[in-house]
């Protein structure tokens, strides 16, 4: 790396941190730790939300999702958008009745507190796994570019996310977020500048991608097995954003800071429109490389915007765009799994619920899921070292499991009032289950006694989350039936 990229990556981790003390003025209670105040504005909270969604694997995959196919992956945007707007309508109110610290304490009031509980659990467990790789996808560029060993780039990565998320609270992590959003774009839209330059100017990157089929925007086949066909994005991505943007903590705990529910409503549908916009962007620099030449067919998808930083943008660009892959790679989840710890766990098993005192208490959960994440990269990153399983696989595995659990246990406290909690619990349970053998059906298949695991094979990753939905729905509706029971809230 050269000594000015060095300094453009250095300069972001510092800014970084100089938010966090920033926003670690005037916090007296978890109150002000985990929601903000309550006090954020909605474009601030919209532009997390974005950057919060937005992995390291977006920004290094999605060029050469781009570059290998077409724009048919924004089929996928637009259902994103349509959840977003269900949530809005009818999740975010009951969000807002009354006060809530959590995404899960509304199931309390309907299920019991057990329910809230596993909930909590489910949310937590998939969470850690789930951004222990994208903290790995994130140490790997960086680890190329310093010359240090990926450990170590996990260490450095971990340790700063965890200092900025340890002092300033949602708070820092919101207005880090801001930062975040605004420094990948800037290196998204430079590698497109930069792209189309060699290509001949955008006129001629455009037109030479329309007629290489790189432009092509619908499918509208309607089968199970494509990945990305006009029906199964707006069904399969709208319900994945539903249950991302409706029941996951991560996203819930950034509109429940907003500082009412229209601002919370324009923050959610907002960030569905901008998500779109960027997808656009990465999709397009994808297209540009490959009308430039420097997307050879040998090269793995997966390689080619980072060796197209690497080797074609300029000295000090180049550090920008790989600050851009670590700003999306160190977007924190910490500040939401202390809150759930705290609230959903700590406070609900010891009844302790002194805002000052859980301050201090979620603190502590803070360095403890910090620590949590450094391990599960490094557990992640040698456990793939020895494989070729890409990181992006095991991603979209951990929350293709537990989604459809989630907004199935949503849908039932609001449309079948026979369901209890143990209906809940065992219905998510099963289904969780179940998604394990979905999910991992391909190699399960090819083992002695699961072959009848083969036509699920064929199963296009967008239906995950409606199949586990309707999983998790039925399940819990049958079991009230068979198994009626008393209220246990």
Do not use: C
């Amino acid at each position: 790396m050269a000594p000015l990229d060095l300094v453009v990556v250095v300069a972001y981790f510092a800014a970084t941190i100089g938010v966090g003390l920033w926003a670690a003025r005037r916090q007296t209670t978890a109150g002000d730790y985990f929601l903000g105040a309550r006090n954020l504005p909605a474009w601030a909270v919209l532009l997390s939300i974005v950057a919060t969604e937005t992995s390291a694997l977006t920004v290094v995959s999605i060029p050469g999702v781009g570059a290998r196919g077409n724009l048919t992956f924004l089929q996928l945007a637009f259902g994103y958008l349509v959840g977003r707007i269900g949530v809005a309508i009818w999740l975010l109110p009951g969000y807002f009745s009354g006060t809530q610290e959590t995404a899960y304490q509304r199931l309390e009031s309907r299920f019991g507190a057990p329910a809230r509980r596993v909930v909590s659990v489910v949310f937590l467990i998939t969470r850690l796994l789930g951004d222990g790789v994208r903290t790995l996808a994130g140490a790997i560029p960086l680890a190329i570019l310093t010359g240090w060993s990926v450990p170590v780039s996990i260490v450095v990565m971990g340790t700063i996310t965890l200092l900025y998320t340890w002092f300033g609270g949602l708070k820092a992590v919101v207005w880090a977020d801001v930062i975040q959003l605004f420094v990948y774009l800037a290196g998204g839209i430079t590698a497109l500048v930069v792209a189309w330059k060699l290509a001949g100017g955008p006129a001629a990157a455009l037109a030479g991608a329309e007629a290489g089929g790189r432009l092509r925007m619908f499918d509208f086949s309607v089968n199970l097995t494509s990945t990305y066909t006009f029906v199964g994005g707006i069904i399969g991505g709208g319900l994945l954003s539903a249950a991302s943007h409706g029941t996951d903590h991560l996203i819930v705990q950034r509109l429940l800071a907003t500082r009412s529910l229209r601002d919370a409503r324009v923050a959610l549908i907002g960030s569905g429109v901008v998500v779109i916009v960027q997808f656009l962007l990465f999709l397009l620099v994808g297209s540009a490389i490959w009308v430039a030449g420097f997307a050879p067919e040998g090269l793995n998808s997966n390689d080619i915007f980072s060796k197209f930083v690497v080797e074609q943008l300029p000295t000090g660009l180049s550090g920008l765009v790989l600050a851009g892959i670590l700003a999306a790679a160190m977007n924190s989840s910490i500040n939401a799994l202390a809150s759930s710890m705290t609230h959903d766990l700590y406070a609900s098993w010891t009844g302790r619920t002194d805002p000052v005192h859980l301050l201090r208490v979620g603190r502590v959960f803070t360095v403890v899921w910090g620590v949590a994440f450094i391990g599960a990269a490094l557990l992640f990153h040698f456990y793939t070292s020895g494989n070729d399983t890409p990181a992006v696989v095991l991603a979209l595995s951990i929350a293709s499991i537990t989604y459809g659990s989630l907004l199935g246990a949503y849908i039932m406290a609001g449309r079948w009032s026979r369901v209890r909690g143990p209906h809940l619990i065992a219905a998510i349970s099963i289904t969780m289950a179940a998604m394990l053998l979905v999910v991992f059906a391909r190699p399960l298949s090819e083992q002695s006694g699961f072959g009848w695991l083969s036509p699920v094979v064929r199963l296009a990753w967008p239906w995950y989350v409606p199949l586990g939905t309707l999983l998790a729905v039925t399940l819990g509706t049958v079991a009230s039936v068979l198994f009626p029971g008393r209220r246990t809230a």
